[in-house]
């Protein structure tokens, strides 16, 4: 395994894409998966009748590997996404990637690049990428019969520089970001096609993230737009929404698990929109930025303050150091979430 490359300013890494050795490449023809291969370049050629293109016969997933203080490059959690990535391929209707395969596909192509996981001390990480399209042409509405496994990788820098940021959030009633009984519960790009002239005004008005209601009564919290919600009340439980059209979040599932483990009691229940107001704290959660802090929620003439804009919640702040202190090796994983890299 190698160190990291030398010439590369670690510190100041975003969250972006760049060149590597390689990415991960598969086919899935005449009924069978190809071996992985591995190339160089970051482009691909497609027929324009790609069902990617015309029917949004896609998936995708979003995973990190880590250089742990011991040296060990570990990746989190790529079980979990493996199964992910199965479900919302049998929903729509691709040839799903066995979990082990993706397993070990997420490590070959992380050992083929490990000279571009950052190094420990500066709390960076390689964000990993895998994409499922439907890449055989198919002109009328029909499964494709051939598709493309891509695991592309990149080193990205720590999100907050100095520590976890509360943010200001908005609530949109003109827009919706999945449909009752449709796809929400699934990591396809349509979710987020969904939500992007939102997102766009969002940040043009001085919001940084979203949050969206059920779509079918605008009563209930689902989700943020690239992330799951969870508040803190205040008797200290962690609550987080139940519903079918909220994505499975890897990371609020290993947070919950991580407030149980501390003897914080976890409810996963409908949240109503008017228990906002009563909340101590609430966050976003996700791969990207483990957790969020959301001071202030705006819908309308409703504005909701939730704490002030340089308070961090004890409850989240020992949540994020948990999860990060696993992730970096600095904290026991007794729950085997990290996949070591050898």
């Known amino acids: 395994m190698k160190g990291p490359k030398k010439g590369i300013e670690w510190e100041k890494l975003g969250f972006g894409f760049s060149d590597v050795n ?43 590997a880590f250089r742990q203080k011991s040296g060990k490059i570990v990746i989190f959690r790529p079980d979990e996404n493996g199964k992910r990535m199965y479900r919302t391929a049998e929903r ?57 496994f891509l695991i592309m990788v990149m080193p990205v820098g720590s999100y907050y520089k100095g520590g976890i940021k509360p943010v200001r959030a908005v609530i949109f009633d003109e827009w919706d970001r999945a449909a009752p009984h449709g796809m929400g519960d699934v990591k396809v790009g349509g979710n987020y096609a969904a939500g992007i002239f939102a997102h766009e005004k969002a940040k043009r008005e001085g919001w940084p993230v979203e949050l969206y209601l059920d779509a079918a009564s605008h009563r209930y919290i689902e989700e943020f737009a690239t992330s ?71 819908r309308g003439k409703d504005v909701i303050k939730i704490s002030s804009p340089n308070e961090v919640h004890p409850i989240l702040q020992k949540l ?22 050898k």
């Open 22 to 64: 390689c990415h991960l490449r598969m086919t899935w023809k005449n009924g069978r998966w190809s071996k992985p291969k591995f190339v160089k370049d970051p482009s691909i050629t497609l027929h324009i009748g790609a069902a990617c293109l015309h029917y949004g016969q896609e998936c995708f997933e979003g995973i990190k």
């Open 320 to 341: 994020y150091d948990r999860v990060r202190g696993i992730q970096y090796g600095t904290i026991a994983d007794k729950h085997g979430w990290c996949f070591e890299v």
């Open 92 to 148: 729509t209707c691709m040839p799903p990637i066995p979990v082990d395969t993706f397993v070990e596909c997420c490590r070959a192509v992380v050992k083929r690049n490990s000279e571009f996981v950052p190094p420990y001390e500066t709390g960076g990480s390689m964000y990993l990428r895998p994409l499922l399209i439907g890449t055989g042409p198919q002109i009328g509405v029909a499964p494709a019969k051939e598709y493309t």
């Open 228 to 298: 799951n919600f969870a508040g803190i009340s205040k008797s200290g439980v962690y609550v987080t929404p139940d519903s079918p059209s909220i994505l499975p979040s890897i990371t609020n599932m290993s947070l919950k698990q991580c407030a149980k483990d501390l003897g914080i009691k976890v409810e996963c229940r409908p949240v109503p929109y008017s228990e906002l107001k009563k909340f101590d704290a609430v966050a976003a959660l996700g791969t990207a930025v483990v957790i969020t802090p959301v001071w202030e929620i705006t």
